[in-house]
């Protein structure tokens, strides 16, 4: 059974500073998906990656993945409050779009 | 273009009552996906359909229960509600790039 681990769970940074945030999952897959979630509202697509060494980055995010050792990662450069949310990795082991989500990570940035 | 729309977006109901979730899909998208958010579980799958058709489906007792339209609108039934039901409830479309979109949800609070 795929299970995918996200850490930390929670995640209390100081604006300006950076971190990562890890995603593992257990069996072979090279599709995985970052969302972003606010209090009360639904998941926004962060990145898809698709194929081992996939680099994407978008502002302040940028997502890794990395099939052989099966982690991806998302890390955050210089944050800001914006930043504060939920964040999910998923992982679609068959192509079906039967998403397996991690635990979440709850960011909060302050100043 | 219009995203994924969910109704309704917040229901109460008792317990033993049955619930309809409508999803209507992304223009063009043909496949839609279901997925349940608790605070406890996380985001599970429940379903997902293809061109009317059920391709996969979650670890869920047959009190749920979907099914998908020859427009690609989605349905989702759950009868006998219980307590533990209480969730929101997340639908999502992907056409062909590999990317899902989800709708806003519905908030369903059994009482």
């Known amino acids: 059974e795929l299970k995918v681990e996200q850490n930390p769970l929670f995640l209390s940074m100081q604006e300006g500073k950076n971190y990562t945030i890890y995603c593992n999952y257990s069996t072979t897959s090279d599709r995985l998906y970052w969302y972003r979630q606010d209090p009360g509202k639904s998941l926004e697509s962060l990145f898809v990656?698709?194929?081992?060494?996939a680099v994407k980055q978008e502002g302040r995010l940028m997502a890794s993945l990395d099939t052989k050792a099966r982690l991806s990662t998302l890390h955050i450069t210089a944050a800001v409050h914006d930043l504060s949310a939920t964040y999910f990795c998923?992982?679609?082991?068959?192509?079906?779009?039967?998403?397996?989500f991690g635990t979440g990570t709850r960011l909060q940035v302050f100043p | 273009k219009a995203g994924v729309t969910q109704t309704p977006r917040y229901l109460i109901k008792t317990r033993g009552q049955q619930v309809t979730l409508s999803c209507s899909p992304i223009?063009?998208?043909?496949?839609v996906s279901w997925y349940q958010q608790t605070p406890g579980q996380g985001l599970q799958f429940l379903f997902e359909y293809f061109s009317e058709t059920q391709r996969n489906k979650g670890n869920f007792p047959g009190r749920f229960s979907g099914r998908q339209f020859s427009n690609s609108r989605s349905e989702m039934n759950v009868s006998t509600l219980e307590l533990g039901d209480s969730a929101l409830y997340l639908c999502?479309?992907?056409?062909?790039?590999?990317?899902?979109?989800f709708g806003s949800g519905t908030q369903l609070s059994v009482l």
């Open positions: 998923a992982v679609d082991k068959d192509h079906t779009d039967k998403l397996i």
């Open positions: 223009s063009g998208h043909r496949s």
């Open positions: 990656l698709l194929s081992n060494g």
């Open positions: 999502a479309s992907s056409g062909t790039a590999e990317k899902l979109f």
